[in-house]
C-alpha cells in the first residue's frame, strides 16, 4: 500500500528549520543588513545569492528563502522575508575595533555590487567573552551615545548586552553582546532574537509616518462629513448635491483605506511578533542604565497605537459616511415615493376624464350611426306603398336607437369581459 504524500509537506518540513544562524561562540563578529524589497520583487533576491554562490562554498543549499554560504572565510546567511530580506555575515575572531566594517570589505563589497531593494536597518554585533568585556569596566561612550546607552542581562542572565540602537556614522547600528556563560546554539538563538526584535521593530515602525501623513485628510473628511451629516437633517437642503457629495467623500475614504490597510495590517503583525521576540529574551534590569523592554516599548507602543487609532478612525469614518448615505437615500426614496403617489393620483383623474369623455364618445356614436341606419332603412321603405313614408320613419327612429344602443352595449361588456 503506498500513502501520497501532501504537496507541501517538503515545503512545510523545511519551513521549520529557516531562520536560524550557524553556531557561534565568543569571540566573533556579526554584520546584518535588511532591505525592504516589497511583495512583487521575488526573484531579484535569489537571483543576487545565485551570482554569489558561484564564488563561495555552499553550506546550505540556496532555496527560495533560506541559504549558507563560505565566502573567503565569512559566512553569509541569506533569508528572504515576506517583504524584506536579510544579510548575515558571520565571521569568527575579533579585532582592535569591534566594530570596524572594514573587516568585511572582502564580502561586502560583492554583497553590495548588485543588493536589490533598499536597506531598513544594518548592524554590527561584537560577540565576546572575558571580565575585561564587561560592560562595567568598558568605556561605552566610546561606541555608544552616553545619553541613549541600553545596557540589560538577557537569557535570563547568562548574557549582557550594550547597545545605543542609533545609526552612526558608519551607517550602522552598534550591538555588544558580553557572553557570561552561553552554551552551544543559544549564542545564536540569543542574536537572532535581538536581530528579529530590531527587524520586526523597524518593518513595524513603517506605517508610522503614512498614518501621520494622511491624519490631516482624514480630520478634514471628519470634519466634511458632519458637515454632510447636518444638512442631511435640514429639510431645505438639495438632496442631489447632498448625495453626490456622499458619493465623492465615500470614494475618497475607499481610497484611503485601499491605500493603507495592509501597511496598518503589517505593522500590528510586525509589532506582535516584536512583543514576543521582546518576551523570549528574559530581559533583566541592570541599575544606571534604560533597559532593552523599556527601550522598545517606549518607542514602538506609541507607535502601533498610533496606527491602530489611524485604521480605526478610517472604519469609524466608512461606517459613518454609509450610514449618513443610508439616511439620506431613505428619504430620497420616500420623496419618489409621495411623488408616485401623485402621478398615481394625476393618473386616476386623468382616467376617469378620459372615461367620461369616451362615454360621451359613445353617445355622439350611437346617434351618428343610428342617422346612417335610419337612412338605409329610409330607402328601402321608399319602394313600400303599405305606409305612409313619414310613419314608417317615424316609427324606425326609436326602433334604431334601441338596437344600435344594445348593439354597443353588448359589444363593451364582451370586450370588458
Not at 77 to 100: I, K, N, S
Not at 306 to 331: E, Q
Not at 353 to 359: A, E, F, N, V, W
Request: a neutral charge; glycine letters at 6%.
Amino acid at each position: 500500500m503506498t500513502i501520497q504524500d501532501h504537496p507541501l509537506r517538503g515545503a512545510l518540513s523545511a519551513e521549520m528549520h529557516v531562520r536560524r544562524l550557524p553556531r557561534m561562540t565568543a569571540p566573533c563578529r556579526l554584520m546584518q543588513v535588511v532591505t525592504v524589497l516589497g511583495e512583487t520583487n521575488t526573484d531579484a533576491p535569489r537571483a543576487h545569492i545565485e551570482a554569489l554562490k558561484r564564488l563561495a562554498t555552499v553550506i546550505v543549499p540556496l532555496s527560495a528563502k533560506y541559504a549558507v554560504l563560505l565566502i573567503d572565510g565569512i559566512t553569509l546567511v541569506w533569508e528572504r522575508h515576506t517583504e524584506f530580506a536579510t544579510y548575515t555575515l558571520l565571521r569568527p575572531g575579533m579585532t582592535a575595533d569591534p566594530f570596524d566594517p572594514a573587516d568585511f570589505d572582502p564580502v561586502r563589497d560583492r554583497l553590495y555590487a548588485a543588493m536589490p531593494g533598499e536597506i531598513i536597518r544594518s548592524t554590527q554585533i561584537a560577540l565576546v567573552a572575558g571580565p575585561e568585556w564587561e560592560p562595567a569596566v568598558l568605556d561605552l561612550p566610546r561606541w555608544f551615545a552616553a545619553e541613549a546607552t541600553v545596557v540589560c542581562d538577557v537569557a535570563g542572565g547568562l548574557a549582557r548586552i550594550a547597545s545605543d540602537f542609533r545609526l552612526n556614522t558608519d551607517g550602522y547600528g552598534r550591538i555588544l553582546i558580553h557572553d557570561r556563560g552561553l552554551q552551544h546554539d543559544e549564542a545564536g538563538q540569543l542574536v537572532l532574537r535581538l536581530q528579529e526584535l530590531g527587524n520586526y521593530r523597524n518593518m513595524a515602525l513603517l506605517g508610522l509616518p503614512l498614518a501621520q501623513r494622511l491624519t490631516p485628510m482624514v480630520s478634514q473628511l471628519e470634519a466634511r462629513l458632519a458637515e454632510l451629516t447636518h444638512a442631511v437633517s435640514e429639510r431645505s437642503s438639495q438632496d442631489d448635491f447632498l448625495l453626490d457629495e456622499l458619493s465623492f467623500l465615500s470614494a475618497e475614504l475607499a481610497r484611503l483605506v485601499a491605500e493603507t490597510r495592509y501597511r496598518m495590517s503589517a505593522t500590528r503583525a510586525y509589532a506582535q511578533i516584536s512583543e514576543d521576540r521582546l518576551g523570549s529574551l528574559t530581559i533583566g534590569v541592570v541599575r544606571g542604565y534604560q533597559s532593552l523592554d523599556d527601550f522598545t516599548e517606549r518607542r514602538l507602543v506609541p507607535a502601533v497605537r498610533t496606527c491602530d487609532s489611524f485604521s480605526a478612525r478610517l472604519d469609524d469614518l466608512s461606517r459613518r459616511a454609509a450610514w449618513t448615505s443610508d439616511l439620506l437615500r431613505t428619504r430620497i426614496d420616500i420623496a419618489l415615493a409621495r411623488q408616485n403617489r401623485d402621478l398615481l393620483s394625476s393618473m386616476d383623474r386623468r382616467t376617469d376624464l378620459q372615461l367620461r369623455l369616451q362615454q360621451t364618445v359613445e353617445g355622439l356614436s350611437v346617434v351618428a350611426i343610428s342617422y346612417y341606419l335610419v337612412a338605409l332603412v329610409g330607402h328601402v321603405l321608399g319602394v313600400v306603398t303599405i305606409v305612409s313614408h313619414d310613419v314608417a320613419m317615424a316609427i324606425a327612429v326609436p326602433v334604431v336607437l334601441v338596437l344600435v344602443t344594445l348593439g354597443l352595449y353588448r359589444m363593451k361588456h364582451h370586450v370588458l369581459k
